[in-house]
């Protein structure tokens, strides 16, 4: 092998390992949570199929907003994940991404943020800034409140929301259901995924309902989180008088989201990244594939 070709080799294995970290740094996997229903909201918003510049600026301001999202939350916790070892591993506190790189991370996906949401319409352009603002306030709120996974969902919940006026250049009261139904269904498993930090949470005076309430009371809270994420999605089928096909994929997440719950129990928490991830990301997209198909079909 040739000088030039081995050195092309290092430097294109160097350029992936550090997209990788990236990329593992603001867990891009996870786009698949609040994607599919903010495609949701677009399809209904839209009767039938967006068009084709309307779902990629919808695609690109979603990704870009968590992207901000993640990144700056990896900045503002570097040094309490530094000292919880599930996190030390962490991108920015192992070293694998410099400060100085996630800021630069931040600025671009902001910026991209703010571009998409001026290609939509004036008014998510305006709602961008508040958008922001709940962006970087979530980070912290588990410094003073239990209820930060609430402010979590909530924060997300702008996902279908956002969607619905990025199509129609409107607020519309009803598209408040499935945004309630994916602030519930955030917090409910954000609240199981936050058990694996119980101990060091308490122990170093961050706020989690676990923290506060304990594992079994914090199961039933994301039990109930979910039934009622249920009951809001079933409503926003009769609210916009979608078909059996959006109908078939509400009783599918109940079923999804009722196996979620059997995988996990104060007496057995190995399936819990199994219940956080796998559950909910089928669950969100099996709801956009019936919410398309009861327009395609």
Same mark, same amino acid.
């Given at each position: 092998?040739?000088?030039?070709?081995?050195?092309?080799?290092?430097?294109?294995?160097?350029?992936?390992?550090?997209?990788?970290?990236?990329?593992?740094?603001?867990?891009?996997?996870?786009?698949?949570?609040?994607?599919?229903?903010?495609?949701?909201?677009?399809?209904?918003? %839209?009767?039938?199929?967006?068009?084709?510049?309307?779902?990629?600026?919808?695609?690109?301001?979603?990704?870009?907003?968590?992207?901000?999202?993640?990144?700056?939350?990896?900045?503002?916790?570097?040094?309490?994940?530094?000292?919880?070892?599930?996190?030390?591993?962490?991108?920015?506190?192992?070293?694998?991404?410099?400060?100085?790189?996630?800021?630069?991370?931040?600025?671009?996906?902001?910026?991209?943020?703010?571009?998409?949401?001026?290609?939509?319409?004036?008014?998510?352009?305006?709602?961008?800034?508040?958008?922001?603002?709940?962006?970087?306030?979530?980070?912290?709120?588990?410094?003073?409140?239990?209820?930060?996974?609430?402010?979590?969902?909530?924060?997300?919940?702008?996902?279908?929301?956002?969607?619905?006026?990025?199509?129609?250049?409107?607020?519309?009261?009803?598209?408040?259901?499935?945004?309630?139904?994916?602030?519930?269904?955030?917090?409910?498993?954000?609240?199981?995924?936050?058990?694996?930090?119980?101990?060091?949470?308490? %122990?170093?005076?961050?706020?989690?309902?676990?923290?506060?309430?304990?594992?079994?009371?914090?199961?039933?809270?994301?039990?109930?989180?979910?039934?009622?994420?249920?009951?809001?999605?079933?409503?926003?089928?009769?609210?916009?008088?979608?078909?059996?096909?959006?109908?078939?994929?509400?009783?599918?997440?109940?079923?999804?989201?009722?196996?979620?719950?059997?995988?996990?129990?104060?007496?057995?928490?190995?399936?819990?990244?199994?219940?956080?991830?796998?559950?909910?990301?089928?669950? %969100?997209?099996?709801?956009?594939?019936?919410?398309?198909?009861?327009?395609?079909?």
């Amino acid at each position: 092998m040739e000088i030039r070709e081995l050195r092309f080799i290092i430097v294109a294995s160097g350029i992936y390992e550090k997209i990788a970290n990236y990329l593992r740094m603001i867990k891009f996997s996870h786009s698949i949570f609040a994607l599919p229903f903010a495609l949701s909201s677009a399809f209904i918003a %839209s009767k039938g199929i967006p068009s084709f510049e309307k779902f990629l600026w919808i695609i690109i301001a979603m990704v870009s907003a968590r992207t901000v999202a993640m990144a700056l939350n990896r900045i503002i916790d570097r040094h309490i994940d530094k000292l919880n070892p599930r996190t030390a591993s962490r991108e920015i506190p192992s070293g694998k991404v410099s400060l100085r790189d996630a800021l630069i991370l931040v600025f671009i996906s902001l910026v991209l943020f703010l571009f998409s949401a001026w290609m939509l319409n004036p008014l998510c352009f305006k709602l961008s800034f508040i958008a922001l603002v709940f962006i970087f306030f979530y980070s912290y709120t588990k410094r003073f409140t239990w209820a930060s996974h609430f402010f979590l969902g909530f924060t997300i919940s702008a996902a279908p929301v956002g969607a619905w006026i990025a199509i129609t250049g409107e607020f519309d009261s009803r598209i408040l259901l499935l945004g309630f139904s994916v602030m519930f269904w955030i917090a409910g498993f954000d609240i199981l995924y936050a058990i694996q930090d119980i101990e060091f949470d308490r %122990s170093y005076g961050l706020y989690s309902i676990p923290a506060k309430f304990g594992i079994n009371k914090s199961l039933w809270f994301a039990r109930l989180c979910h039934i009622i994420t249920w009951l809001l999605l079933l409503l926003s089928g009769i609210v916009f008088h979608l078909n059996y096909f959006y109908y078939l994929g509400v009783g599918i997440a109940g079923l999804i989201l009722f196996y979620e719950h059997q995988l996990v129990s104060p007496n057995d928490l190995s399936k819990l990244n199994m219940a956080f991830f796998n559950m909910n990301g089928y669950l %969100s997209v099996e709801i956009f594939i019936f919410t398309a198909l009861s327009f395609l079909i």
